[in-house]
Nanobody, 124 residues
Framework: VQLQASGGGLVQAGGSLRLSCAASGRTGNNYVMGWFRQAPGKEREFVKAITWSGRTIYYGDSVQGRFTISRDNAKNTVYLQMNSLRPEDTAVYYC??????????????????WGQGTLVTVSS
């Protein structure tokens, strides 16, 4: 499976960006798509994930209400719509995929395939 992320860039605080991640290769109908991010000097952080059926998984309040994850199964593409961006959202954003076994959605080590990352910079 190959993942190609795009859509990052520089935006002012309060602005919006939409990230895309297109999957190719051995894809199927039992794969979870997830977004992670890694800010400079910090560990990789789980953002959100979405199952094939469209169920979304998230933890914490840092992005809830501002970030929306969605997927187009026909296009094998997952999106991350990011609104009301803050400087603390600045990070490299990675998409990843794993087989859906009902657990481990927020654990980066459970994901076997990763995109190359796309940089999001939010200026204050």
């Amino acid at each position: 499976v190959q993942l190609q992320a795009s859509g990052g860039g520089l935006v002012q605080a309060g602005g919006s960006l939409r990230l895309s991640c297109a999957a190719s290769g051995r894809t199927g109908n039992n794969y979870v798509m997830g977004w992670f991010r890694q800010a400079p000097g910090k560990e990789r952080e789980f953002v959100k994930a979405i199952t094939w059926s469209g169920r979304t998984i998230y933890y914490g309040d840092s992005v809830q209400g501002r970030f929306t994850i969605s997927r187009d199964n026909a296009k094998n593409t997952v999106y991350l719509q990011m609104n009301s961006l803050r400087p603390e959202d600045t990070a490299v954003y990675y998409c990843a995929t794993k087989e859906d076994n009902g657990s481990g959605y927020s654990l980066s080590k459970r994901y076997g395939y990763w995109g190359q990352g796309t940089l999001v910079t939010v200026s204050s």
